[in-house]
């Protein structure tokens, strides 16, 4: 008698990598269906200027479209601020061009920002983003003095003029600087009509968008590398993770001085030193919430470091309680000075050399100053910078150990100086 053919069998663990790849395929469907679910769309604002017969957006609509096209979806255009609204100047204004029967600037300076927005700027001629930014490349000596007095009026940093920064400024010459130093430190360069500063380095053109300057990649143009590496410690921070898998679904456009945790549910660059948050109101002074000069050498606390304080814990409070808050201060305190502590051994290493004259007075002409520049200026600003903005792998290995390695190879140099001149 003839029996039913077995049907084919197949491979036990064929069988189970099938299973497994569907499942893996289901999760990936449900993955990228969530997230298209609870991402937030990006809706670009109507084109206010599309059917505009403005002679000068007929014009640059043809020769330059990319500007038309990003200004007329701006919040700036939509409020019916015009062209010559903030380009157009009389013949004798300082750097006005002439251009199609009329004078304009071809970059408007913080001089017509001030007229719609005098509060930022007052607040922002405060800031260590303003002419103290500017000297730190510059040097003091290009100011007038009627610059030079508002400069030592600014509470932000202390007056140092034609430091360190700028001696290697020199050294690089001018034709490498214009790539490298200018590009940052220029937010702080008076213009030709003696106002001071460039809006547009945060507030890029001529979109003036909201979402942009909150994101911290704003920041990143200038506050990354070896001396201030913000964007990097912020990354690797509890914040920035947060960002980075969750900043998406952020509200980007909330109307200024009504941000929550609803909104923002972690800080940015903007939420800690700038945006009106908790308690706090908005501030262009960037270091109006903190408590110490941590971009110095030997850092001291500001002149108004307890209000300043208050106002960045008031930040904090709607995520921390005020236990967590307290305590992280006073770690990052002590961790401020230690940092002090390394860059005062260092000087006290360096001390002698000067004193019997066996480096010369010129600034970088000889290796052991470069070691001595980068103790305080990359490691010691990194340690404290990681330390406030809890980024440990920068604190540690960024910072405080080169600092370390930085005092031996400080002290080896020192003794090789000193046993060549038969000390």
Known sequence: MDHPATPPRFPRVLVVGLVSLLVLV?????IRLAGIKNAVPSAQPPDVLANSSDECVVCHRQSSPGIVQEYGHSKMAAAKVGCTDCHEVASTYP?????EGTFVLASPTTAKCQRCHPAETAQYLQSRHSLPAYVAWAGSKVLS??????YKSIPEGTFAPDTARNALAVLGGGD?????CETCHSIGKPALDN???RCQACHLRHGFSLEQVRKPETCNACHIGPDHPQWEIYQE??????YATGGQAWNWSAEAGTLTVKDFPAPTCATCHISGFGGAATTHDVGDRLDWYLFASTSQQRPAWQDNRVRMQTVCLPCHNKTFIDDFYARADKATVAVNGYVAQSQQIMQPLRDQKLITPTQFDEPIEYTEFELWHHWGRTTKFGSWMQGPD??????????IKALAELRDQAQQILKAAGK
């Open 394 to 403: 920068y604190a540690q290995w960024h910072g405080a150990y080169e600092a």
């Open 176 to 180: 490498v600087t214009t790539f490298t």
């Open 26 to 30: 289901g999760f990936i469907i449900i």
């Open 237 to 242: 921070s509890p914040h920035g993770i947060s």
């Open 95 to 99: 750097g006005a061009v002439d251009h």
């Open 195 to 197: 106002s001071i500063g």
């Open 145 to 150: 003095p009627d610059l030079l007095a508002q």
